[in-house]
T-cell receptor, first 111, second 113 residues
Framework: SQQGEEDPQALSIQEGENATMNCSYK?????LQWYRQNSGRGLVHLIL?????REKHSGRLRVTLDTSKKSSSLLITASRAADTASYFC???????????FGKGTMLLVSP | DGGITQSPKYLFRKEGQNVTLSCEQN?????MYWYRQDPGQGLRLIYY???????QKGDIAEGYSVSREKKESFPLTVTSAQKNPTAFYLC????????????FGSGTQLSVL
């Protein structure tokens, strides 16, 4: 399986702090994606990083990718209570394949 | 508004009953997917379809069936053969190139009576 595994499983921080989540995966990939899920809702795509990219930014999000270590990190800067959600990484395989999701990190941001 | 719509939001199944979950998209996407999510778990792929009239089994297809008669629609039937159907079911769609992102519906919570 090329499933990504997020770490930590849960993270609790105060508003204004930064939140860092990590993802490890097992096989070669074309890209790695991060999604967000509010409780009881569908997932929303946050950011995609290709295998030949090392870092990508989108607003308060920063994603890094280290293909030699088969790992990625998602950094949310200056977090807000509204960032409270579960965050999932998803990987495809080389060639065409479907996305495989990890178990997610639950982020709680307290006011 | 473009998007992907799942219905119903909540569904209850009796013993031995088949139930069908609806998924419709107006994003003109060729590919559609069904995922199952159990509490505290990630998403597991049930079935996917890359084109009309064709679909493939995912990792946990046993006890489920699908059809893809129209590009916009990808219904999932949870059959009586699925002994542990209680879960949150998510439908998604995407293009079929490399580096495509998934667009998700808001999910259906299925429970057993």
């Amino acid at each position: 399986s090329q499933q990504g595994e997020e770490d930590p499983q849960a993270l609790s921080i105060q508003e204004g702090e930064n939140a860092t989540m990590n993802c490890s995966y097992k096989t070669s990939i074309n890209n790695l994606q991060w999604y967000r899920q509010n409780s009881g809702r569908g997932l929303v795509h946050l950011i995609l990083i290709r295998s030949n990219e090392r870092e990508k930014h989108s607003g308060r999000l920063r994603v890094t990718l280290d293909t030699s270590k088969k790992s990625s990190s998602l950094l949310i800067t200056a977090s807000r209570a509204a960032d409270t959600a579960s965050y999932f990484c998803a990987t495809d395989g080389s060639g065409y394949s479907t996305l495989t999701f990890g178990k997610g990190t639950m982020l709680l941001v307290s006011p | 508004d473009g998007g992907i719509t799942q219905s119903p939001k909540y569904l209850f199944r009796k013993e031995g009953q088949n139930v069908t979950l609806s998924c419709e998209q107006n994003l003109n996407h060729d590919a559609m997917y069904w995922y199952r999510q159990d509490p505290g778990q990630g998403l597991r792929l049930i079935y996917y379809s890359q084109i009309v009239n064709d679909f493939q089994k995912g990792d946990i297809a046993e006890g489920y069936s699908v059809s893809r008669e129209k590009k916009e629609s990808f219904p999932l039937t949870v059959t009586s053969a699925q002994k542990n159907p209680t879960a949150f079911y998510l439908c998604a769609s995407s293009g079929t190139g490399l580096n495509e992102k998934l667009f998700f519906g808001s999910g259906t919570q299925l429970s057993v009576l």
